[in-house]
C-alpha cells in the first residue's frame, strides 16, 4: 500500500468511535471497493438483521462462498477478507504461525481473561514492543489500559478472527499445563547426564509421566505435528531448556523451548505409551504408538531414544498409511521409469536392490511396491531393523541383536516359511548379501535396499562384500536408486524465465546430456498453505538399472563401474540429475533443489 494510502487510512481510523465491526459495516465496504454485488450484500444484511451470536461478521461473509468482482476474481475466503480489512484500516496484516510463537513468553503478557474479554492475542514480546493480534481495528481501549503497565510500545496487527480464538484456548492451555507441570516436579535428576555432579545438589523429585498437564502437552504436540504435515518430532534435552523440532518436508525447524523437568515428564510419557522401559535412560530404546488424527486418521509413531550429554533425547518419526495406497506417478516415478520398475517387480525370482541414503525415501518405495504385491495368493515376508510401519497383508519380522537374531539368520528363518516375496531391510553384511543371493537362487523374488550414491555402484558394492560375479549375475534383475526433492507449492509458485546463473546451472545440471533448456521454470513464493515456504511435499528422483545381457558381460571381479553406467545409459538408464531436470521441466521442483539433493551424472 503506498504511504499516503495508509497515512489517510490511518488518520481515517483515528476519528472512528471505539465500536465492534458489524456485518453491514464490512459489508458496504466490501461493495465500495466493487468487490462484492451491492443487492447480494444487502440480500446478507438483511437475512442476518434479526441473527445473534458471537459469530464475527468477517466469518459470516466467508460462509457465502462469493468471489471478488475484482480481477483475478480471488474466492473471498476469511484469510483474504482478513488481509483487504488490515490495508483497509491501515493495520499489518499476520497470519498466525503457531510454530513460530514463544507461548510461554507471549501469555505472560495479559491474562487469559483479559485477552479473551478483547479477543486479543500477544504474538510477539521483544525489549521494546509488544505485537498484539486483533480482528477488532476499532476496539482500541485495551491499548490504552495495557501500555503504561507493560511500558513498551504496542504494535497492533490484524488477525483471522477464527485463529485468534482457536489459539486464544490453546496457548493460554499449554502455557498453563507447562507452568503447573514444573511447578509439580521440581527440577529434574542430572543422574543420566555426564553433568551430574553439578546436579547432585538439587532434589531429585519426578512427576508423574500420567500427571493430567503431562498428557495435555503430549496430544497437544502431537496434534500439531500432524496438521504441520511433520515427518519426524525431535525432543532433545540441553543444559537449561528441552528444544522441540519438527522436520518438514526434509527441513528440520525449531518450534518450542520447554523446561527441562517438563520435558523428562513429556519423554517418560510417551516411553510408557509406546510400552519402553521408562526406567532405563542409559541405553537406547525403540517402540511404536499408534494413534489417531484429529480428523480420525490412524498413524503410527517409531519411537527411538539416545542417551546424551544432558539427558535422554527422544525422535519420533511420524508414518502415514496412506503413503502406501498412493501410486507411482504420486511417487514420482515417470512412465519410463514405472515401466521398468513394473518389469523388475514382476519377476517370479530374483533380486531388486533400492539405494541411496537414509531418508531418500527407499522404504517408502518398497513398501507400496509390496503393497501392491501382496495379492492373497502370494506369501510376502519381510526382515526389517526395525519393522517401519505395521502392514497387515506383510508378514512382518523384526531384527533383534539380544537374540541374535540378525538379518542374515532372519532371511534364513524366512526361506521355511514358503515365501513368494522377501524383503530384506538392508544388505549389510556378505553373509546377508550371501542369503539374499541364495534366496533368489531357488525361486523367490527378494527386495532390499544397499547405501551406494547411484546404481552402477551397488554392483561394485555386492562384490566388495565378497559375492562372486557369476552369483550376482544369475540373480540381480536390477537396482534403483533414488532421492527425494521437496516440489514447488502448487497454490502459489509461479513462472520465471531462465535467468544467465539458471543456464548455467541447467547446463551443470544436465552436462553432458546437452538436454534442451526449458523455454520457463516455476520458483517458489510462498503462501499460507505451505507456511510460507514456497514448497509443499516431497517426490522421488530415480535412476533405474536393468541388467541385461549386455551389462551383465562387464559384471567381473575387476569391474569398472564407468563402463557399467556408460552402458546402462545408451540402454536408457537416465541419471538421477536427469530425472531432476525433467521435473524441474515439468514446473515440480526447482534447479537449486535437484543440485542439492542429486549427484553428477558422472559420479558413482
Same mark, same amino acid.
Not at 47 to 63: F, M
Not at 92 to 102: F, G, Q, V
Not at 171 to 182: D, I, P, Q, W
Not at 222 to 243: C, K, M, N, T, V
Given at each position: 500500500?503506498?504511504?499516503?494510502?495508509?497515512?489517510?487510512?490511518?488518520?481515517?481510523?483515528?476519528?472512528?468511535?471505539?465500536?465492534?465491526?458489524?456485518?453491514?459495516?464490512?459489508?458496504?465496504?466490501?461493495?465500495?471497493?466493487?468487490?462484492?454485488?451491492?443487492?447480494?450484500?444487502?440480500?446478507?444484511?438483511?437475512?442476518?438483521?434479526?441473527?445473534?451470536?458471537?459469530?464475527?461478521?468477517?466469518? %459470516?461473509?466467508?460462509?457465502?462462498?462469493?468471489?471478488?468482482?475484482?480481477?483475478?476474481?480471488?474466492?473471498?475466503?476469511? =484469510?483474504?477478507?482478513? =488481509?483487504?480489512?488490515?490495508?483497509?484500516?491501515?493495520?499489518?496484516? /499476520?497470519?498466525?504461525?503457531?510454530?513460530? $510463537?514463544?507461548?510461554?513468553?507471549?501469555?505472560?503478557?495479559?491474562?487469559?481473561?483479559?485477552?479473551?474479554?478483547?479477543?486479543?492475542?500477544? $504474538?510477539?514480546? #521483544?525489549?521494546?514492543?509488544?505485537?498484539?493480534? #486483533?480482528?477488532?481495528?476499532?476496539?482500541?481501549?485495551? =491499548?490504552?489500559?495495557?501500555?503504561?503497565?507493560?511500558?513498551?510500545?504496542?504494535?497492533?496487527?490484524?488477525?483471522?478472527?477464527?485463529?485468534?480464538?482457536?489459539?486464544?484456548?490453546?496457548?493460554?492451555?499449554?502455557?498453563?499445563? %507447562?507452568?503447573?507441570?514444573?511447578?509439580?516436579?521440581?527440577?529434574?535428576?542430572?543422574?543420566?547426564?555426564?553433568?551430574?555432579?553439578?546436579?547432585?545438589?538439587?532434589?531429585?523429585?519426578?512427576?508423574?509421566?500420567?500427571?493430567?498437564?503431562?498428557?495435555?502437552?503430549?496430544?497437544?504436540?502431537?496434534?500439531?505435528?500432524?496438521?504441520?504435515?511433520?515427518?519426524?518430532?525431535?525432543?532433545?534435552?540441553?543444559?537449561?531448556? &528441552?528444544?522441540?523440532?519438527?522436520?518438514?518436508?526434509?527441513?528440520?525447524?525449531?518450534?518450542?523451548?520447554?523446561?527441562?523437568?517438563?520435558?523428562?515428564?513429556?519423554?517418560?510419557?510417551?516411553?510408557?505409551?509406546?510400552?519402553?522401559?521408562?526406567?532405563?535412560?542409559?541405553?537406547?530404546?525403540?517402540?511404536?504408538?499408534?494413534?489417531?488424527?484429529?480428523?480420525?486418521?490412524?498413524?503410527?509413531?517409531?519411537?527411538?531414544?539416545?542417551?546424551?550429554?544432558? &539427558?535422554?533425547?527422544?525422535?519420533?518419526?511420524?508414518?502415514?498409511?496412506?503413503?502406501?495406497?498412493?501410486?507411482?506417478?504420486?511417487?514420482?516415478?515417470?512412465?519410463?521409469?514405472?515401466?521398468?520398475?513394473?518389469?523388475?517387480?514382476?519377476?517370479?525370482?530374483?533380486?531388486?536392490?533400492?539405494? &541411496?541414503?537414509?531418508?531418500?525415501?527407499?522404504?517408502?518405495?518398497?513398501?507400496?511396491?509390496?503393497?501392491?504385491?501382496?495379492?492373497?495368493?502370494?506369501?510376502?515376508?519381510?526382515?526389517?531393523?526395525?519393522?517401519?510401519?505395521?502392514?497387515?497383508?506383510?508378514?512382518?519380522?523384526?531384527?533383534?541383536?539380544?537374540?541374535? /537374531?540378525?538379518?542374515?539368520?532372519?532371511?534364513?528363518?524366512?526361506?521355511?516359511?514358503?515365501?513368494?516375496?522377501?524383503?530384506?531391510?538392508? $544388505?549389510?553384511?556378505?553373509?546377508?548379501?550371501?542369503?539374499? $543371493?541364495?534366496?533368489?537362487?531357488?525361486?523367490?523374488?527378494?527386495?532390499?535396499?544397499?547405501? #551406494?550414491?547411484?546404481?552402477?555402484?551397488?554392483?561394485?558394492? /555386492? /562384490?566388495?562384500?565378497?559375492?562372486?560375479?557369476?552369483?550376482?549375475?544369475?540373480?540381480?534383475?536390477?537396482?534403483?536408486?533414488?532421492?527425494?526433492?521437496?516440489?514447488?507449492?502448487?497454490?502459489?509458485?509461479?513462472?520465471?524465465?531462465?535467468?544467465?546463473?539458471?543456464?548455467?546451472?541447467?547446463?551443470?545440471?544436465?552436462?553432458?546430456?546437452?538436454?534442451?533448456?526449458?523455454?520457463?521454470?516455476?520458483?517458489?513464493?510462498?503462501?499460507?498453505?505451505?507456511?510460507?515456504?514456497?514448497?509443499?511435499?516431497?517426490?522421488?528422483?530415480?535412476?533405474?538399472?536393468?541388467?541385461?545381457?549386455?551389462?551383465?558381460?562387464?559384471?567381473?571381479?575387476?569391474?569398472?563401474?564407468?563402463?557399467?553406467?556408460?552402458?546402462?545409459?545408451?540402454? &536408457?538408464?537416465?541419471?538421477?540429475?536427469?530425472?531432476?531436470?525433467?521435473?524441474?521441466?515439468?514446473?515440480?521442483?526447482?534447479?537449486?533443489?535437484?543440485?542439492?539433493?542429486?549427484?553428477?551424472?558422472?559420479?558413482?
Amino acid at each position: 500500500m503506498p504511504a499516503s494510502t495508509s497515512a489517510s487510512a490511518t488518520s481515517a481510523k483515528a476519528t472512528v468511535a471505539e465500536h465492534r465491526l458489524t456485518l453491514g459495516e464490512l459489508v458496504k465496504l466490501l461493495v465500495e471497493d466493487g468487490m462484492v454485488d451491492a443487492v447480494v450484500a444487502d440480500g446478507l444484511v438483511k437475512e442476518r438483521r434479526y441473527h445473534r451470536g458471537d459469530v464475527h461478521p468477517l466469518v %459470516v461473509i466467508a460462509d457465502q462462498n462469493w468471489k471478488s468482482l475484482v480481477p483475478p476474481h480471488k474466492p473471498l475466503i476469511l =484469510e483474504t477478507l482478513t =488481509e483487504w480489512l488490515a490495508a483497509k484500516v491501515g493495520l499489518d496484516y /499476520l497470519h498466525i504461525d503457531p510454530l513460530k $510463537i514463544d507461548f510461554s513468553a507471549v501469555t505472560e503478557v495479559v491474562s487469559n481473561t483479559y485477552a479473551g474479554r478483547f479477543k486479543i492475542l500477544p $504474538i510477539q514480546v #521483544t525489549t521494546r514492543e509488544v505485537i498484539i493480534a #486483533t480482528a477488532e481495528p476499532f476496539l482500541r481501549e485495551w =491499548e490504552k489500559e495495557l501500555k503504561p503497565i507493560l511500558r513498551k510500545d504496542i504494535r497492533r496487527v490484524v488477525a483471522n478472527p477464527q485463529d485468534i480464538a482457536r489459539y486464544l484456548v490453546e496457548f493460554y492451555n499449554l502455557a498453563r499445563s %507447562v507452568k503447573k507441570a514444573a511447578a509439580g516436579g521440581g527440577e529434574v535428576s542430572g543422574l543420566s547426564s555426564f553433568e551430574q555432579l553439578v546436579e547432585l545438589g538439587k532434589t531429585n523429585r519426578q512427576f508423574d509421566a500420567n500427571d493430567q498437564h503431562i498428557v495435555h502437552i503430549v496430544d497437544w504436540l502431537w496434534q500439531y505435528a500432524f496438521e504441520q504435515r511433520a515427518s519426524d518430532i525431535h525432543i532433545e534435552p540441553r543444559r537449561e531448556l &528441552g528444544i522441540v523440532r519438527f522436520r518438514i518436508d526434509g527441513m528440520l525447524h525449531q518450534v518450542y523451548q520447554i523446561p527441562m523437568a517438563v520435558m523428562a515428564a513429556m519423554t517418560s510419557r510417551i516411553k510408557l505409551l509406546g510400552r519402553m522401559d521408562v526406567i532405563e535412560k542409559r541405553r537406547p530404546q525403540d517402540g511404536r504408538i499408534k494413534t489417531r488424527t484429529a480428523g480420525g486418521q490412524e498413524v503410527e509413531l517409531r519411537l527411538s531414544t539416545l542417551p546424551t550429554a544432558f &539427558g535422554e533425547k527422544l525422535v519420533m518419526r511420524i508414518f502415514d498409511p496412506e503413503v502406501l495406497v498412493r501410486d507411482f506417478a504420486e511417487l514420482g516415478f515417470g512412465e519410463e521409469d514405472k515401466s521398468r520398475w513394473q518389469f523388475m517387480t514382476s519377476q517370479p525370482n530374483g533380486i531388486i536392490l533400492v539405494t &541411496g541414503p537414509t531418508g531418500s525415501g527407499k522404504t517408502t518405495t518398497l513398501y507400496s511396491t509390496l503393497k501392491q504385491l501382496a495379492t492373497p495368493e502370494v506369501n510376502v515376508c519381510t526382515i526389517e531393523d526395525p519393522i517401519e510401519m505395521v502392514e497387515q497383508s506383510f508378514n512382518q519380522m523384526q531384527v533383534s541383536q539380544n537374540i541374535d /537374531l540378525g538379518f542374515a539368520d532372519g532371511v534364513r528363518a524366512l526361506m521355511r516359511q514358503d515365501p513368494d516375496i522377501i524383503m530384506i531391510g538392508e $544388505i549389510r553384511d556378505g553373509e546377508t548379501a550371501d542369503m539374499a $543371493i541364495q534366496a533368489a537362487l531357488t525361486g523367490h523374488l527378494v527386495l532390499s535396499t544397499l547405501h #551406494t550414491n547411484d546404481a552402477p555402484s551397488a554392483i561394485s558394492r /555386492l /562384490l566388495d562384500l565378497g559375492m562372486a560375479p557369476y552369483l550376482i549375475n544369475a540373480t540381480m534383475l536390477g537396482v534403483m536408486a533414488q532421492r527425494l526433492v521437496r516440489t514447488l507449492c502448487p497454490h502459489c509458485k509461479k513462472p520465471a524465465d531462465l535467468r544467465r546463473e539458471d543456464e548455467e546451472i541447467w547446463d551443470s545440471l544436465v552436462a553432458p546430456w546437452k538436454s534442451k533448456r526449458p523455454a520457463q521454470i516455476y520458483q517458489p513464493v510462498g503462501c499460507l498453505e505451505c507456511r510460507m515456504t514456497g514448497y509443499m511435499g516431497r517426490m522421488g528422483l530415480y535412476e533405474l538399472l536393468l541388467m541385461s545381457p549386455e551389462v551383465k558381460k562387464l559384471v567381473t571381479t575387476t569391474t569398472d563401474v564407468a563402463k557399467v553406467r556408460e552402458q546402462a545409459y545408451r540402454e &536408457g538408464m537416465k541419471p538421477l540429475r536427469i530425472s531432476g531436470a525433467m521435473k524441474v521441466a515439468a514446473g515440480l521442483t526447482t534447479l537449486e533443489e535437484v543440485i542439492k539433493v542429486a549427484p553428477p551424472a558422472s559420479q558413482g
